[in-house]
């Protein structure tokens, strides 16, 4: 069967058994279980419509016991196991893992990925945002930031390494070190700060949706309140401080838990660019490594991933309520 043919058929029968589920378990909850007449008409209305949310919801709650609890509980039994899932190891995995210098050195850039993308991506986004909003062609230059957020990872990754490239004639960094005439030196091999040439890419990504929330936000603050400053004297840098920045601090903490949960399942540009060597390792690339040795610690670093990333996601789904409330 054609992919193209598979694809129709893949959606024609899920949006057809979508329809017809929702549509046979109305009628069996409408017109066997409790139908609207007799002396109960108003218990079974009552009964039918106290159900009727759950009926929407299985579905949804179905698909992800199943592709998402089911494998979170599978990830860690079989974390207790050795690759083959023939020896119990218990906690050996994690113990492993803990006395890996290789392991501690990716948590180790996992922790100054945290710190620097999305304290820059969420700082430029709100500069960008602040600063455009005042231009008439500010839409534009929003439009010209937000397109790297239309490019996948590894294309961005493949933009960048021709900025990073060692030939003066290709790569920028290389340009202006020949201009003043030193030496062409790979940015990806400069040791510690090989990984800040690769945070710059996933900034450069994310900066366009941290401005885009934060347009919206630095829209929706009352007139009066600024025209109230203005009038008591406050300078520009005064009320984008003191006026604009505590009104939407709930949206900023929200986007930059958003970009803090990215950073941590980040793959695909260190693996584009560097594959993980010269000290770049992070954690989902150092899992991506086992993956292929004779040993159980891949699945127990998936594991260490998803208990990292848990608080923070509990965080930001706290401050998105907050924010709506």
């Known amino acids: 069967m054609s992919p193209l ?17 929702f549509w046979s378990s109305n009628l069996v909850l409408d017109k066997v279980l409790f139908p609207p007449r007799g002396p109960n008409a108003g218990q079974n209305i009552n009964r039918a419509n106290a159900i009727r949310p759950w009926l929407f919801l299985l579905p949804a709650m179905a698909a992800l016991g199943l592709y998402l609890v089911y494998p979170v509980f599978g990830s860690f039994w079989r974390s207790l196991f050795n690759r083959a899932g023939t020896d119990f190891v218990g906690a050996g995995n994690y113990a492993a893992l803990m006395g890996d210098r290789e392991f501690r ?9 945290v710190l620097f993308v999305p304290a820059a991506s969420t700082f430029l986004g ?6 455009t909003d005042r231009l ?8 010209l930031i937000f397109m790297p957020m239309a490019i996948s990872f590894v294309g961005a990754s493949l933009i960048w ?3 990073y ?13 020949d201009t003043f005439g030193m030496a062409p030196v790979d940015p990806l091999q400069v040791d510690f700060w090989n990984n800040f040439f690769l945070m710059v890419i996933l900034v450069w990504v994310q900066t366009g949706f941290a401005m885009v929330i934060l347009s919206a936000a630095l829209r929706g603050i009352p007139e009066e309140t600024i025209e109230a400053a203005i009038i008591d004297g406050a300078s520009p840098v005064q009320i984008f401080f003191r006026i604009k920045i505590p009104q939407i601090m709930g949206t900023i903490v929200v986007v930059w838990t958003t970009i803090t949960i990215l950073v941590l399942k980040v793959f695909d ?3 584009a660019m560097t594959g993980g060597n ?9 899992m991506m490594e086992y993956m292929f040795r004779d040993d159980g610690r891949a699945t127990a670093v998936a594991f260490v991933i998803m208990i990292i990333v848990l608080p923070v996601m509990v965080w930001n789904i706290v401050q998105a309520k907050r924010e709506v409330h």
């Open 126 to 131: 709100l500069l960008v945002a602040q600063l």
């Open 136 to 143: 008439k062609w500010g839409n534009i230059a929003k439009s």
């Open 165 to 177: 490239a060692v030939d003066p004639e290709i790569g920028i960094i290389n340009a202006i070190r």
């Open 269 to 271: 540009i260190v693996y």
């Open 5 to 21: 043919l598979q694809g129709i058929l893949t959606v024609v029968i899920g949006v057809g058994g979508c329809i017809g589920y």
């Open 161 to 163: 390494k021709f900025v």
């Open 278 to 286: 010269f000290g770049t390792q992070i954690l989902p690339s150092y």
């Open 105 to 113: 050195g990716a948590l180790f850039n996992n922790f100054l990925w």
